[in-house]
């Protein structure tokens, strides 16, 4: 019988037909069947790590998704082109499945054992997981088949691993182990530069889908990594790339020590780049931006405080009063909705300090009372609650502002009532709730004022639910 080539000579010769764009789904389909029939002696006996990794390169370049200009729009006929990629990347995945069964079955032959198996799986285990990560979610260059290949595919890599999970994977079982983290994130460093991170399209999925599976305490191993592209992607003009970006600032944040992110003014670098985020009219991004901001706060209100910087405004006061010029504003019902949601949370964190803004917060809160802003009145709720939060934390400044406060609470509780329009009874209640809230809270700091002003209204109110409403006004001592 003619002698067996030996196998490094196969799989680099398919490697470079497959680089070479030769071959196609003919040669996978060998490729496939080569591996399921091959013996691990001869496969992985004389082979190198290096000769496999350079096919697995070949076959992750084959599958990718088209690569695109810096900052080119879409051009016609895309869509087939990501469809033809998807098959590829389904017909590549079942190599790589065919690829780790075999490294599977060559750990329990005590003649190669995990000494020859352990290297090989080095080298492969990055390509393999940032080629599964491309396919694993449904995005534009994926189908049902290439996804499903693709989760198949990253649960066999886990399992070759002897990991539990992708976390476990990426981080690590325990602190003081190395996970595949740094392996993964040294192949994407080339595609996440200034000039290249936008022409693989899948680039910044992959690595907004593989940070968040990173935590505390691991993280911060990796911030001089991971932070920069998170600036470069968070500063696109798209505003699909910002909130991307934005968003991994957020686990950035949450993740990683306070101490860590202060070094080298990392923190205040942040800051910046969310403060600049404020002008933006993009409802999804201001939210992401806010709540973000909301983490990042007391880090550098501590950092303030250790550094003996007796400044007496903090960023916390220029975001806030940023926010509330931009609400006074602001016509649209999607915006207004988000900066309610969060002003309570901004109000909370400056306490007693809110005293500072009172003047400002007042005309945004006689403003939004005023316009309802459809069935789940969420930005009502919102300025009910910042109401709330204001008098418990500045009612000594309340007593003045008594009487403009009450007129738009009545006037507000006798529109909710007066509401014939699509406005459910659950939420109908719970406004007159919070406003009742916040009358008792404003009859305690006025020691009263509030029960001899709605004497008269009780007496002439005809409606139960509003008699009730003023009545617990009353009754509360």
């Not at 196969?10 to 497959?18: A, D, K, N, P, T």
């Not at 290249?196 to 599976?213: C, E, G, Q």
């Not at 932070?227 to 686990?251: A, F, M, T």
């Not at 406004?431 to 006025?446: F, K, V, Y």
Request: charged content about 20%.
């Amino acid at each position: 019988p003619p002698a067996v080539p030996p196998a490094e000579q196969v799989l680099l010769q398919s490697g470079l037909r497959l680089s070479r764009g030769a071959g196609g789904p003919g040669l996978l389909r060998d490729l496939g069947a080569l591996l399921r029939a091959a013996d691990c002696r001869w496969l992985f006996g004389a082979v190198s790590p290096a000769a496999l990794g350079e096919l697995v390169a070949a076959l992750s370049g084959y599958a990718a998704p088209q690569q695109q200009q810096q900052d080119a729009a879409e051009l016609p006929g895309r869509d087939g082109a990501h469809a033809a990629a998807a098959e590829r990347a389904a017909d590549v995945g079942s190599v790589f499945l065919q690829l780790l069964e075999k490294l599977e079955a060559a750990k329990t032959q005590e003649c190669l054992g995990i000494p020859v198996v352990g290297p090989i799986l080095c080298r492969v285990t990055g390509p393999v997981y940032i080629f599964a990560a491309t396919h694993v979610v449904e995005r534009p260059w994926t189908s049902a088949r290439s996804r499903s290949v693709a989760q198949e595919l990253l649960a066999s890599l886990v399992r070759a691993a002897g990991c539990g999970s992708v976390a476990e994977f990426l981080r690590g079982k325990s602190e003081d182990e190395e996970g595949r983290f740094a392996a993964v994130m040294g192949l994407l460093k080339q595609q996440l530069t200034k000039d290249t991170w936008k022409r693989n399209p899948a680039t910044k999925f992959v690595f907004s889908w593989t940070l968040p599976h990173v935590t505390r305490p691991w993280l911060s191993h990796y911030l001089e990594r991971v932070l920069p592209p998170s600036l470069l992607i968070s500063d696109d003009y798209q505003e699909e790339n910002k909130i991307l970006g934005v968003r991994c600032l957020h686990h950035i944040v949450l993740n990683v020590p306070a101490a860590d992110l202060c070094q080298f003014n990392r923190a205040q670098v942040v800051y910046h780049a969310l403060y600049n985020h404020l002008y933006s009219r993009e409802a999804p991004l201001i939210q992401a931006v806010l709540l973000c901001l909301l983490d990042l706060l007391p880090i550098l209100e501590r950092a303030r405080r250790q550094q003996k910087q007796l400044r007496p405004t903090g960023p916390c006061d220029e975001v806030l009063q940023l926010v509330l010029t931009h609400m006074e504003a602001e016509h649209r019902l999607g915006l207004r909705r988000v900066y309610a949601r969060t002003l309570p949370a901004f109000v909370q964190r400056l306490g007693i300090l809110v005293a500072r803004h009172l003047k400002r917060l007042e005309r945004v809160i006689l403003g939004y009372l005023e316009v309802c802003d459809g069935p789940e009145e969420e930005a009502r709720l919102g300025i009910l609650e910042t109401l709330r939060c204001t008098v418990e934390y500045a009612w000594p400044r309340m007593p003045c502002r008594l009487p403009v406060l009450l007129k738009a609470l009545l006037k507000m509780m006798w529109d909710v009532h007066t509401d014939q329009g699509s406005t459910p009874e659950p939420v109908k209640a719970a406004l007159l709730q919070g406003a009742t809230e916040c009358l008792i809270l404003l009859d305690r700091c006025s020691e009263g004022q509030v029960k001899v002003l709605l004497g008269g209204v009780y007496s002439s109110c005809a409606d139960t639910r509003l008699r009730e409403c003023i009545r617990r006004v009353h009754e509360n001592t």
